[in-house]
């Protein structure tokens, strides 16, 4: 049984090796939170496009201050004001933060650091060369590379290209991502269920997941656990990038999903991790679609998604497999868990004051859907460990999405 760890890997090795040409599309700038890009933005212009004041203040010259702390003030320059004239030799502008910073002037000095009287503009402390002003291209330069192919498009990204003219950002299409969840007893969210039914929350949380991966989720609903409505809509599935699939990977006699797999061709990487929750999990290859087989316990689902679904989403999408966002934090409450298995266990994390401290939630095993809503994060305890007292150092992995 592999380690996560090495499961990861697996699923990092055998993505990165099938990855073919990938698909692109043109996505506004305004749409495209979450895309990778396919190819790199250059700036139409530098940035700032001019000498920009960073304070409300006066521009100066520095060394006239040396001399003098008296100036007269003949201009006021305000943001998107046209600058076109110097600044006259012992004289001062007032000017506002986002402003042009005259000719001449090399100084911003603070209205607070000022006293005026009518034109006369009294400064309390000499000012320094370059000070509250950030020069024209100091930021970014005309045509330079300020986004290069395979960059993750955050907020900061793309404010970064809007600055720059780019409004349209040439990207990966996002993989294409099949759920299908399976099981007799599931049935529609919209639907009232039966005393022994269950509505089908795991293919909510993997359309959520996969968004938040950055893929396309297509939506196949449930399969029952029989071979024929298994197949049927498993290969509606491979025609999808990837394919995960809920439930039906245990050892019960109705866990049909591997089985049903192989005898379509499928070949598999692992079959089982040592984890908990998400033992049974299944990575595999069929024809061109990758394949998950996801335990059904809707924690258990969550889990094996985000440790070794997401760095297949990453490689389709033509950026790296970023790695877990695991942070040590200090243990508030003692741990004793069996060994031979990393847990990810539902836990909530406190900053007090900047040290954070990690408490596992009570559960009640991998299906209390309730219990990892009131977590941020997953408390890690490695498979060697079994007891952790309190104030050890253990790692958690943030659910980035609540945090
Ligand atoms: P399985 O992995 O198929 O043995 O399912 C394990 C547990 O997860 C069972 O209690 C199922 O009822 C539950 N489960 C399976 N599929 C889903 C689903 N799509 N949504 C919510 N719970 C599920
Ligand atoms: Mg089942």
Redo the contacts with the bound molecule.
């Keep these: 049984m592999l380690t996560y760890q090495e499961a990861r890997r697996a699923v990092v090795e055998e993505v990165a090796r099938a990855k073919g040409p990938r698909v692109t599309a043109n996505v506004s700038v305004w749409d495209a939170l979450g895309f990778v890009l396919a190819e790199e933005v250059r700036t139409d212009r530098e940035y700032p496009p001019f000498h920009r004041s960073t304070r409300d203040g006066y521009a100066v010259r520095a060394a006239e201050l040396s001399a003098r702390a008296t100036l007269r003030c003949v201009a006021e320059i305000k943001a998107g004001d046209s600058v076109t004239q110097p600044l006259a030799r012992d004289t001062c502008a007032q000017i506002m933060t986002g402003a042009a910073v005259p000719d001449g002037a090399d100084a911003v000095v603070m209205i607070e650091h000022t006293n005026r009287d009518g034109d006369s503009v009294r400064f309390e402390r000499v000012a320094l060369p370059g000070q509250n002003i950030v020069p024209r291209g100091s930021e970014v330069k005309l045509g330079e590379t300020i986004l290069s192919a395979g960059a993750r498009l955050g907020y900061a990204e793309l404010a970064l290209a809007a600055q720059v003219g780019a409004t349209q950002l040439r990207c990966a299409s996002k993989p294409r991502v099949a759920i299908l ?3 007799d ?2 049935i529609a969210i919209d639907q009232q269920p039966g005393a022994f039914q ?6 909510v949380s993997l359309a959520a997941q996969v968004r938040l991966a950055g893929g396309e989720p297509v939506l196949l609903g ?1 399969a029952a ?1 029989r071979v024929d409505a298994l197949r049927e809509k498993i290969s509606r599935g491979l025609l999808q990038d990837v394919l995960v699939l ?5 050892m ?1 006699k109705y ?1 049909l999903v591997e089985t049903v797999l192989k005898n379509m061709g499928a070949q598999f990487y692992f079959d089982a991790v040592a984890i908990r929750p998400g033992r ?1 999990a299944v990575f595999g290859k069929c024809g061109d679609t990758f394949v998950f087989g996801l ?4 924690v ?2 969550m889990v094996t998604f985000e440790l070794f679904v997401v760095p297949a989403i990453d490689l389709l999408n033509g950026t790296r497999a970023r790695d877990l966002a695991l942070v040590e934090a200090r243990l508030g409450a003692p741990l004793n868990e069996k060994q031979g298995l990393a847990h990810f266990l539902p836990a909530r994390v406190e900053w007090r004051g900047t040290t954070p401290e990690v408490k596992a939630l009570p559960w009640q095993g991998s ?1 209390d859907v309730a219990a990892l809503a009131h977590a941020n994060c997953y408390l890690v305890v490695a498979a060697d460990r079994g007891q952790v007292s309190a104030g050890e150092t253990v790692p958690i992995l943030l659910r980035k999405d609540v945090i």
Excluded at 198 to 203: A, E, F, H, Q
Excluded at 246 to 250: E, P
């Design positions: 969840s399976t099981g007893e599931v269950i509505r089908n929350s795991n293919s449930n656990d809920s439930g039906g990977v245990s019960g866990d049974p335990p059904g316990n809707p258990s689902t299906g």
